[in-house]
């Protein structure tokens, strides 16, 4: 079989069709306009029907009760009773668990002496005494950046807290030897 050519065919023009435009639903426009209409004049016809109350139950009411007396003024007792009274505060007292080693803060221990001192010196800008001390371990020679000896352990937190603020974290604290 041949090959086709449909390029060279031309178009085939046929007449084109309109489409036919619809009509206006005319019955269902007349419908629709004769409910709005029915129902605008129902409620036309129904307004003002309404029973009127000259006045409702409720204010009946209220107007034969008497109205509200005035507020008393109001005295309070405990006022004038502060001033003569005297108050007593009993604290507990300090319960000691029997060890009485003083409290003592690593902030850190370093294998090298001159980050030790590093660290010394940091904490010295800072306010805060410490010392380093050398010891021996398992592993080696230790240098332990060590502040203290605290009396309460309230002591130790508080400098905790000041060597938080130069960015040193790894303080902890022990009971001393």
């Known amino acids: 079989m041949a090959p086709k050519d449909y390029v060279s065919r031309g178009k085939t023009t046929a007449p084109e069709k309109k489409p ?12 629709t306009a004769i409910l709005i209409g029915g129902f605008g004049y129902f409620l036309w016809s129904i307004n003002g029907t309404a029973p009127k109350e000259e006045q409702s139950p ?8 008497d109205p509200l007396p005035a507020a008393p003024e109001e005295q309070w007792e405990f006022i004038e009773s502060l001033d003569q009274q005297d ?7 300090e319960v000691e668990d029997g060890d009485t080693r003083p409290y003592i803060m690593q902030c850190g221990s370093f294998r090298r002496e001159t980050q030790a001192e590093e660290m010394r010196a940091k904490l010295a800008f800072s306010g805060l005494e410490a010392q380093v001390r050398a010891s021996n ?7 332990r950046v060590v502040l203290g000896p605290y009396d309460s352990k309230r002591d130790a937190e508080r400098h905790r807290h000041q060597a938080r603020k130069l960015k040193i ?3 902890q604290i022990w009971r001393g030897t």
Do not use: D, M
């Open 58 to 65: 409720i204010k009946e009411i209220a107007q034969e009760l």
């Open 169 to 171: 974290a790894t303080c």
């Open 87 to 93: 108050i007593e505060v009993e604290l507990p007292e």
């Open 137 to 143: 371990g398992k592993n080696g020679l230790w240098h």
């Open 20 to 31: 036919a435009k619809p009509s206006l639903p005319w019955p269902r426009l007349l419908i």
